[in-house]
């Protein structure tokens, strides 16, 4: 149990395009979700909190304008990149919580970004 | 305020012999702490995690932690490691008054063969 997915896996897009990364709690409702963005041979650094049906809470430095994120059901949020740059090349995990476990965080696969 | 140090970015073990991967934190409330392991091209896993009941935490894979409050240590540790356990460990500490866990450096282990 506790499964959570992240589509795609690995993306590449060019410079200026925007580009979407869906995370999808399978087999549970997740009452919040959050995005993480790990670079090379680091910690991951959280990006934003978001919680089903309101808008998402973002950390301190992460452009809200850049990574829009949408939580519109218990099972689904999506992290959209708009108009990349190569700086915005990395790696992205998402996880969530349920109700029943309020520390504890499933994680998705990560989604790798390669901005060209 | 949080933090969270894990005293060795890289640790090399041979296979058959003990691990230890050294974590400390720093909290104002009552912590909860976690080790979590990243393998190559895989998500996130939790290993273990210590939320305020026994102070010796059993895990999976044969890992185990000890929450030592008077050190503010959460040190991992397996009898003897296999070359499956090759990996990055994070040790993580949440506050309990959020959902919001920070993040120690990590910690690559490398198994000899």
């Known amino acids: 149990g506790a499964v959570v997915s992240q589509h795609p896996s690995r993306v590449i897009c060019k410079s200026g395009t925007s580009v979407k990364i869906e995370c999808r709690s399978l087999?549970?409702?997740?009452?919040?979700m959050f995005w993480y963005r790990q670079f090379p041979k680091k910690s991951l650094m959280l990006m934003a909190t978001s919680n089903e049906g309101s808008k998402a809470t973002y950390e301190q430095g992460v452009e809200k304008d850049k990574f829009l994120i949408n939580h519109a059901s218990l099972t689904l949020s999506t992290l959209t990149v708009t108009s990349a740059h190569p700086e915005d090349s990395s790696f992205y995990i998402c996880?969530?919580?349920?109700?029943?476990?309020?520390?504890?965080?499933?994680f998705g696969p990560g989604t790798r970004l390669t901005v060209t | 305020a949080q933090s969270v140090t894990q005293l060795d970015s890289h640790v090399s073990v041979s296979e058959g012999t003990p691990v230890l991967l050294r974590c400390n934190y720093s909290?104002?409330?009552?912590?909860?702490l976690f080790w979590y392991v990243q393998h190559p091209n895989k998500g996130l896993q939790l290993l273990l995690k210590y939320t305020s009941a026994a102070t010796l935490v059993k895990g999976i894979n044969g890992f185990e932690a000890e929450f030592k409050k008077s050190e503010t240590s959460f040190h991992l540790t397996k009898p003897s490691a296999h070359m499956s356990d090759a990996a990055e460990y994070f040790c993580?500490?949440?506050?309990?008054?959020?959902?919001?866990?920070?993040w120690g450096a990590g910690t690559k282990l490398i198994i000899k063969p």
């Open positions: 909290s104002s409330y009552s912590p909860s």
């Open positions: 993580v500490v949440s506050d309990n008054s959020n959902y919001q866990l920070i």
């Open positions: 996880s969530a919580t349920s109700g029943t476990s309020l520390y504890e965080q499933y």
């Open positions: 087999d549970f409702q997740a009452t919040t």
